[in-house]
């Protein structure tokens, strides 16, 4: 059975930082590309960052400069560092990985809140 647990999320001025994690189990975490995605409230999921198994990533150009995906294999641990915070970075912060069969399972989020 297929688990993610994210935490870390919390308030945050702007201008701030936090790193939020999530660890995984029931699947091979070193061979699985993982993901980070958000949603505001009122908007839909939107895609943050990835992490290929080999350590390829990929960031969203509205958070690139600011927020790193990074992964600890040994850890089964996926992790985004958020700096620089924005009001509009505000949102649920989902953890997410995909099956070989192409089924997406999804953590219950962490809350990451902004003030100004």
């Known amino acids: 059975q297929v688990q993610l647990v994210e935490s870390g999320g919390g308030l945050v001025q702007a201008g701030g930082s936090l790193n939020i994690s999530c660890v995984a189990s029931?699947?091979?975490?070193?061979?699985?590309?993982m993901a980070w995605y958000r949603q505001p409230p009122g908007n839909q999921r939107e895609l943050v960052a990835s992490?290929?198994?080999?350590?390829?990533?990929w960031i969203a150009p509205s958070v690139k400069g600011r927020f790193t995906i990074s992964r600890d294999n040994a850890k089964d641990t996926v992790y985004l560092q958020m700096n620089s915070l924005k009001y509009e970075d505000a949102a649920v912060y989902y953890c997410n990985v995909r099956s070989g069969y192409g089924v997406d399972y999804w953590g219950k989020g962490t809350l990451v809140t902004v003030s100004s």
């Open positions: 992490i290929s198994s080999m350590g390829v990533t």
């Open positions: 029931g699947i091979h975490f070193s061979g699985k590309t």
